[in-house]
């Protein structure tokens, strides 16, 4: 019989998140800081227009450079400063140790990775511009929210018939 | 100063600053930058079901919330105070496409004609809204990972299934917006 942390670890491993986290526990109000980074990248979002569909159509369809731009160096920089992490065990202003845990390759990042897509091209947006979306005033994509969520929930209730 | 805040920002302005939150989120908390997650926790606060996969102690991931709540706010706080005046400037090989469709209104980042109330009681609006919506909820899902979690973390971070999972995001955006969207646009 599993326990409820083992469960926790074994559908943590499958997710790309959750895995690295810090083991520390602060009050709520520490959480504050990752409200102001999470202000920070909505503004970053709609100011290079990458919560536009029409930007999601044309990088679709290479019409643009533009969402290729953004994303390819998102990584460079993403992964320099990993490699900078890394290279000098930088640690969290907390004093942790900041690792990096391999992820298993299962068979969902290609059946989820597809439907994914065609739902990215649909709505033209991934879970984060939806957010900031809502954020601009287009209020019908709260619709779209709590289906994503509702799909988030599908998918949690027939995990276990799903191939992976 | 501010007039050229309010000018659409290029890539290489935006790129860099995104791929700045991966080295921010793990210094200032030891977080792995990631989005769709943020559903997974609301499924996991409102509506666990006693389903393995949502009954875990979701408060320790309330920093995910906070972050997204921070993006909606962010919306809000660049479309009201840094809001460009002028109406996007579209490829016009996609101005020509769309016209074609009926759409016209180029005023909002996204096509109002398309996703408003009222659209959500016709078959066109139901399958681009809620049908849309719940594939991208339950593919990030299954892919365990969004653009950010997989395309940007994972490829940061040198995991090929991030990788693998980023050419299926593509491979099936083209799909959609090449094969099967003209279809559901013409509805």
Redesign the interface.
Known sequence: MLTAADTDIEVRSLDTMGINESRLTHKWYHNIKYLLVGIAFGIVFVKAEIISWYRIQEMFRLQSFHMYGVIGSAIVIGAISVWIIKKFKIKSIDGEQIEFKKHPFNKGQIYGGLLFGLGWAITGACPGPLYAQIGTGATVVVVTLISAIAGTWVYGYFREKLPH | MLEW?KQ?????????????????????????????????H??AAC?P?N???????WK?????L??????????????QL?A?PAT?Q??P??TKELAGYGITD?T????SQ????P??LTVKGF????????????????????????????????????L???????????????I??PF?LSL
């Open positions: 805040i659409p920002w290029p890539w290489y302005v935006a790129g860099p600053l995104i791929g700045l939150t991966v080295p921010i989120l793990l210094i200032i908390g030891n977080k792995s930058f990631g989005i769709s997650s943020s559903m997974r609301i499924c509506l079901a389903i393995p996969f949502f009954t875990y102690d320790k991931e309330m920093w995910n906070f972050f997204v709540a921070g993006i909606l706010l962010g919306g809000f706080i660049a479309i840094l460009n996007i579209i490829n090989k996609l180029y909002g980042l996204l096509p398309l996703f408003n109330w659209a959500l399958l681009m809204i809620v049908v849309g919506g719940f594939l991208v909820g339950f593919g990030t899902r299954y892919a365990g990972g969004c653009t950010s979690g997989h395309s940007i973390m994972g490829i940061s971070t040198l995991q090929w299934p991030s693998v999972a980023t050419c299926c995001f593509m491979a099936g955006g083209f799909i959609m917006a090449n099967i969207l559901i």
